[in-house]
């Protein structure tokens, strides 16, 4: 195998259409993926945006003597969102955790079917976590006595941001359930790729 080969990274085989991503870049493999990525990379600014709220508010409480209300719950409301959708990005870009020990070891086919096992345990966690995530929501959007009302943190300042960040977890799962779906369809429809070191 050439170095060139080598260097360029995985390339994408015309027969398996999105089986394999186009570089080393995260580019996902289903236009849902790539929407994902898209709209991941741009709210990756957001943890700058955290960093210097955070300062800002460490500057008012230290120097100033004057903390304030609202950036504790705002810092924190703002990462526990971008982790969340995290999930969304470690799926769409084939970075969530695998035992590649086990996975590198094998063949190409065997590990398709192992990824099809894979996407067959994720929809059966999503099904889970959609059920207990839409009461969750519901619950969170909805006073006990039927009329609208957002949950809020209870706080001095009182914020809505827990009724937010609880239906923010139910949209996540309902795309991650049709990630897993996508996948398990582009795993079941095309075969496995050979592997590199089949063209030395």
Same mark, same amino acid.
């Given at each position: $195998?050439?170095?060139? !080969?080598?260097? &360029?990274?995985?390339?994408?085989?015309? *027969?398996?259409?999105?089986?394999?991503?186009? &570089?080393?870049?995260?580019?996902?493999?289903?236009?849902?993926?790539?929407? =994902?990525?898209?709209?991941? !990379?741009? %709210?990756?600014?957001?943890?700058?945006?955290?960093?210097?709220? &955070?300062?800002?508010?460490?500057?008012? +409480?230290?120097?100033?003597?004057?903390?304030?209300?609202?950036?504790?719950?705002?810092?924190?409301?703002?990462?526990?969102?971008?982790?969340? %959708?995290?999930?969304?990005?470690?799926?769409?870009?084939?970075?969530?955790?695998?035992?590649?020990?086990?996975?590198?070891?094998?063949?190409?086919? /065997?590990?398709?079917?192992?990824?099809? /096992?894979?996407?067959?345990?994720?929809?059966?966690?999503?099904? $889970? $976590?959609?059920?207990?995530?839409?009461? $969750?929501? !519901?619950?969170?959007? #909805?006073?006990?006595?039927?009329?609208?009302?957002?949950?809020?943190?209870?706080?001095?300042?009182?914020?809505?941001?827990?009724?937010?960040? !609880?239906? =923010?977890?139910?949209?996540?799962?309902?795309?991650?359930?049709?990630?897993?779906?996508?996948?398990?369809? +582009? *795993?079941? #429809?095309?075969?496995?790729?050979?592997?590199?070191?089949?063209?030395?």
């Amino acid at each position: $195998m050439s170095a060139a !080969k080598l260097s &360029s990274g995985p390339e994408r085989n015309p *027969d398996h259409g999105d089986l394999l991503p186009e &570089s080393d870049e995260d580019v996902g493999f289903t236009r849902l993926d790539r929407a =994902i990525v898209w709209l991941g !990379k741009r %709210l990756s600014l957001v943890f700058a945006a955290i960093v210097l709220v &955070s300062f800002y508010e460490i500057v008012q +409480r230290y120097v100033f003597d004057s903390p304030t209300l609202w950036v504790h719950e705002t810092v924190t409301f703002a990462g526990a969102t971008l982790f969340v %959708l995290g999930g969304l990005y470690a799926l769409a870009t084939d970075r969530h955790v695998r035992i590649v020990l086990i996975y590198d070891a094998v063949s190409p086919q /065997v590990q398709r079917w192992l990824r099809v /096992v894979h996407h067959l345990f994720g929809l059966a966690f999503c099904s $889970m $976590m959609l059920y207990a995530s839409w009461f $969750m929501a !519901k619950g969170a959007v #909805r006073a006990p006595w039927g009329g609208w009302r957002l949950e809020t943190s209870g706080s001095a300042w009182n914020p809505p941001f827990p009724a937010f960040l !609880k239906v =923010i977890i139910l949209v996540a799962i309902v795309i991650m359930t049709l990630q897993f779906v996508l996948h398990l369809i +582009r *795993d079941l #429809r095309h075969p496995a790729p050979p592997r590199e070191n089949d063209d030395v």
